[in-house]
Nanobody, 127 residues
Framework: QVQPVESGGGLVQAGGSLSLSCAAS????????MGWFRQAPGKEREFVAA????????IYANSVQGRFTISRDPAKNTVNLQMNSLKPEDTAVYYC????????????????????WGQGTQVTVSS
């Protein structure tokens, strides 16, 4: 059983940067599609970014395109989310997700497509 484990959340001022990391416990990032979702208080869970098992395909929500970058570190068996130019509306609990993909280039924006979810890490952006 794969268990994503997030780290790196915290408090940052608007315009600042923060990096999240997700360890793929029980699996290897080269065999898993991985991604990030977030949920702000009183709002629905939303897709943030995802990356394929090959690492060649990455997709982003429109709201973070150009500001966030998802990447893999096979040596550390982690997936990272570099968040720049943060805004107060980025404040949320961020969840790492993963699943065994149907093929290496697969990545999805759908929450139901991912079988394994982390516990979440809080990101707070102050204005």
């Amino acid at each position: 059983q794969v268990q994503p484990v997030e780290s790196g959340g915290g408090l940052v001022q608007a315009g600042g940067s923060l990096s999240l990391s997700c360890a793929a416990s029980g699996g290897t990032v080269g065999s898993l599609a991985m991604g990030w979702f977030r949920q702000a208080p009183g709002k629905e869970r939303e897709f943030v970014a995802a990356i394929s098992a090959s690492g060649r395909t990455s997709i982003y929500a429109n709201s973070v395109q150009g500001r966030f970058t998802i990447s893999r570190d096979p040596a550390k068996n982690t997936v990272n989310l570099q968040m720049n130019s943060l805004k107060p509306e980025d404040t949320a609990v961020y969840y790492c997700v993963t699943t065994i993909p149907p093929f290496k280039e697969w990545a999805s924006r759908l929450a139901m497509a991912y079988d394994y979810w982390g516990q979440g890490t809080q990101v707070t952006v102050s204005s």
